[in-house]
T-cell receptor, first 115, second 114 residues
Framework: QQQVKQSPQSLIVQKGGISIINCAYENTAFDYFPWYQQFPGKGPALLIAIRPDVSEKKEGRFTISFNKSAKQFSLHIMDSQPGDSATYFC??????????????FGPGTSLSVIP | NAGVTQTPKFRILKIGQSMTLQCTQD?????MYWYRQDPGMGLKLIYYSVGAGITDKGEVPNGYNVSRSTTEDFPLRLELAAPSQTSVYFC?????????????FGPGTRLTVT
């Protein structure tokens, strides 16, 4: 129930195309859904996050779409650029309650944007 | 503001040796975490701390120990290293409360146990 599923495992997109990464969760107690971006040799860094009462959030070329009833959310990268090549992790977090404020990470998607 | 710093960057250990991975943050965050990252497996939580003097186990704590004597430092101790502990280790910190989902990661320590 604490798992976050993510697909695809790897993705190759042409420059200028749209990259789409999908995630799913089971536990309805999750109340924040962040995405992290990790470049080779670096630690992950927060990219964008969404609350479950919002269906879409856009920041520049990055958009999160959220479907609460299906317990699914996705990251869309518009006009993908070679500099977007990285590993992307979706995550789900649970603030407060009886356990600590935890973040559960998906297994990651390796994105390669080719010229 | 250095953020989260980790030392060393790389280390090779022999089976049975011990070592401490250092982690320091200068953002005055209450929460700190240790993760390991194996290829295709995402980030697995080893230990976490919600404040000085308070630590608890995560998903994969066996073979590791932690302490948190100050807000800034959160060292991870490996006792009796095994090949299964070959991994990249990340330390992270976050503010408590509503901002806890925003974790700040260090650059990682690549550990090989042979």
């Amino acid at each position: 129930q604490q798992q976050v599923k993510q697909s695809p495992q790897s993705l190759i997109v042409q420059k200028g195309g749209i990259s789409i990464i999908n995630c799913a969760y089971e536990n309805t107690a999750f109340d924040y859904f962040p995405w992290y971006q990790q470049f080779p040799g670096k630690g992950p860094a927060l990219l964008i996050a969404i609350r479950p009462d919002v269906s879409e959030k856009k920041e520049g070329r990055f958009t999160i779409s959220f479907n609460k009833s299906a317990k699914q959310f996705s990251l869309h990268i518009m006009d993908s650029q070679p500099g977007d090549s990285a590993t992307y992790f979706c995550a789900a977090s649970m603030m407060g309650g009886t356990s600590y404020d935890k973040v559960i990470f998906g297994p990651g998607t390796s994105l390669s944007v080719i010229p | 503001n250095a953020g989260v710093t980790q030392t060393p960057k790389f280390r090779i250990l022999k089976i049975g040796q011990s070592m401490t991975l250092q982690c320091t943050q200068d953002m005055n965050h209450n929460y700190m975490y240790w993760y390991r990252q194996d290829p295709g497996m995402g980030l697995k939580l080893i230990y976490y701390s919600v404040g000085a003097g308070i630590t608890d186990k995560g998903e994969v704590p066996n073979g590791y120990n932690v302490s948190r004597s100050t807000t800034e430092d959160f060292p991870l101790r490996l006792e009796l290293a095994a090949p299964s502990q070959t991994s990249v280790y990340f330390c992270a910190s976050s503010p408590s409360g509503q901002g806890a989902y925003e974790q700040y990661f260090g650059p990682g320590t690549r550990l090989t146990v042979t």
